[in-house]
């Protein structure tokens, strides 16, 4: 049976939603160890100043843990912080009043585990993409090459350091809408945010 193996992830790319559009039998990781500077902990959102990284802070030590077991931080008042950078990106364009009322929550509620706090979203996400969220969760680690062959793994494929275009041929991007294109050009690949406050309702037909 065909399977696609995806990582957890904060406000995930757009990548991550058109691997998952193209999928029904989805599992996700959560009995890897915690592996910093990916999208498990981090999105990209386009501002008038270019690129910017929301990074979710961690406790100390999180290399040695389960990604289901990893606390989040509440050093440096990040909720706050994340909430106003994606509202200071998006208050102009299309579709963010529309959605706001439905993602500012996440940034009010105190959540204690990061695999909890980034599926919450996920869940949110698709429910406004209108993409099922039916998925499975992982109860054992394997390494990519003990995979059966008909497994698609997307947990590593799927990362900030890598150019999707080598790293994953499969996805194809193509220009839509985004506020500040006129002065940066088309930023592809952004978090999943970038699609819905710019496109809408229209999210899903691009996925």
């Not at 890598?162 to 041929?169: E, G, H, N, Q, V």
Request: hydrophobic share 35%; proline share 5%; with cysteine.
């Amino acid at each position: 049976m065909s399977v696609t193996l995806f990582s957890t992830a904060y406000f995930a790319p757009v990548q991550y939603y058109w691997h998952w559009n193209r999928c029904s039998n989805r599992w996700i990781e959560s009995s890897e160890h915690y592996i910093k500077q990916t999208w498990r902990n981090r999105c990209v959102i386009a501002t008038a100043n270019g690129p910017m990284v929301l990074s979710l802070p961690v406790e100390s030590g999180a290399e040695k843990v389960y990604i289901r077991d990893v606390r989040l931080s509440d050093h440096g008042n990040w909720r706050h912080l994340h909430w106003n950078g994606i509202e200071s990106a998006y208050n102009s364009s299309p579709f963010f009043e529309y959605y706001a009322d439905d993602l500012q929550p996440f940034f009010d509620q105190k959540f204690i585990f990061l695999f909890d706090f980034n599926e919450s979203i996920h869940e949110k996400m698709c429910e406004i993409l209108d993409i099922s969220s039916l998925s499975k969760k992982t109860s054992e680690y394997q390494h990519s090459q003990d995979l059966p062959s008909e497994w698609t793994d997307l947990r590593e494929r799927i990362h900030p350091k890598k150019d999707f275009r080598i790293s994953d041929p499969d996805f194809r991007t193509k220009p839509y809408y985004q506020v500040f294109d006129r002065k940066y050009g088309f930023q592809s690949n952004l978090s999943i945010l970038d699609l819905l406050f710019n496109m809408g309702p229209e999210s899903i037909l691009y996925l």
